[in-house]
């Protein structure tokens, strides 16, 4: 991802704080008339990313509000949605005939194309939130159900809301290092899921594309298998039965991703034990319980995996990740999990 904007008030005198925000907020997203009870006192941040096609940010403020009548639509509108997950905080907002109080931990989809009046914040902390903003004809949904879905907020729980919001905080957690191909490739699955998202809301999946539900499908597979790492019996039935596929077309799934379910398993077990045996905070638990921990039963089998994915032992990596400094040098070198690697180091 490309870092379009990293802003805070900090870096500024208190009384030029609240008018850069604004300013800096009308051209990062949508124009709106912004206000504060103690400009004095604001303080925020903001990241901005791009990732060709849509934008994604993370933001944190104090108490605002937050205007977008008429006339400013009439004067400029993208055309854009916001689909805003709150972290944390509290806020409301009037849009589509609608009033809505928003809470930490639910989604939010605001219209650019609809006057809206809305507040965030807390006397007595910030309000912190992802924001992605994408054009309105990304979802691919009519008008009329993209109007029941306009300032409406839904709770993150199980299912598509939950995958949605866990990819969203993988990506403001982890957005270095993406090349433009790749952003490209993550804005895509990014747009799939919340069209899958917002279809749902309105029990209306048979409209999506192919691709869209598929990589919906595909992403709800994958956290789901996440979540039971530690169960040692799972297995592709038992994943299949769950999304009432059959295991014949959970493989397709896996095959037009280069990769097998059972190598898929093992790469993410292998990703949960590398970062177990880096953590001071578990030198205490042996090797052989974290493998056991993450759904791995033979230490063998357990070994000559890591060494393949890592090019080096369990207790090589824990070594060096006590050590500190050598640590960084050869992670450089390591091959992610799934890779060809040497198997000539000594077990762990």
Same mark, same amino acid.
């Given at each position: 991802m490309t870092?379009?904007?990293?802003?805070?008030?900090?870096?500024?005198? =208190?009384?030029?704080?609240? #008018?850069?925000?604004?300013?800096?907020?009308?051209?990062?997203?949508?124009?709106?008339?912004?206000?504060?009870?103690?400009?004095?006192?604001? =303080?925020?941040?903001?990241?901005?990313?791009? $990732?060709?096609? !849509?934008? *994604?940010?993370?933001v944190s403020h104090s108490m605002l509000r937050a205007s977008r009548p008429a006339k400013l639509i009439r004067q400029s509108d993208p055309e854009v949605f916001q689909l805003h997950l709150l972290r944390g905080g509290t806020g409301g907002i009037s849009?589509?005939?609608?009033?809505?109080?928003?809470?930490?931990?639910?989604? $939010? $989809?605001?219209?650019?194309?609809? #006057?809206?009046?809305?507040?965030?914040?807390?006397?007595? %902390?910030?309000?912190?939130? !992802?924001?992605?903003?994408? #054009?309105?004809a990304a979802l691919g949904l009519r008008s009329?159900?993209?109007?029941? $879905?306009?300032?409406?907020?839904?709770?993150?729980?199980? %299912?598509?809301?939950?995958? *949605?919001? %866990?990819? !969203? %905080?993988? !990506?403001?957690?982890?957005?270095?290092?993406?090349?433009?191909?790749?952003?490209?490739a993550v804005a895509a699955v990014t747009l799939d899921l919340i069209s899958a998202t917002c279809a749902d809301r309105v029990e209306a999946t048979a409209l999506l594309s192919p691709e869209s539900r598929r990589q919906a499908l595909l992403s709800s597979i994958h956290d789901f298998i996440r979540q039971r790492l530690r169960d040692p019996g799972l297995t592709p039935a038992t994943i299949a039965a769950a999304h009432q596929i059959s295991v014949r077309h959970l493989y397709k799934l896996f095959e037009e991703q280069g990769v097998t379910v059972a190598a898929w398993i093992r790469r993410c077990r292998l990703e949960q034990c590398h970062r177990d045996l880096a953590d001071p905070r578990q030198r205490s638990r042996s090797i052989h319980a974290i493998a056991t921990r993450w759904g791995f039963t033979d230490a063998t089998t357990f070994g000559r995996a890591f060494r393949t994915a890592y090019r080096m032992s369990p207790r090589d990596h824990r070594d060096m990740a006590a050590g500190g400094g050598p640590l960084e040098r050869a992670s450089a070198q390591l091959s992610r999990p799934g890779q060809e690697g040497s198997s000539a180091l000594r077990a762990g």
């Open positions: 870092t379009i904007l990293e802003w805070s008030s900090e870096d500024l005198a =208190a009384r030029d704080r609240f #008018p850069s925000w604004c300013d800096t907020m009308s051209r990062a997203h949508v124009h709106a008339w912004l206000a504060t009870d103690h400009p004095a006192r604001f =303080a925020a941040s903001a990241r901005v990313f791009d $990732l060709g096609g !849509l934008q *994604l940010s993370v849009q589509a005939g609608r009033d809505a109080t928003v809470q930490a931990g639910q989604f $939010l $989809l605001v219209d650019s194309s609809r #006057p809206c009046h809305g507040w965030r914040g807390a006397d007595d %902390g910030p309000a912190t939130s !992802l924001i992605v903003q994408f #054009p309105r009329d159900m993209v109007g029941r $879905l306009a300032a409406a907020p839904f709770t993150v729980r199980h %299912g598509i809301t939950r995958v *949605l919001a %866990g990819h !969203l %905080g993988h !990506l403001a957690e982890n957005d270095e290092g993406l090349t433009t191909r790749d952003a490209q």
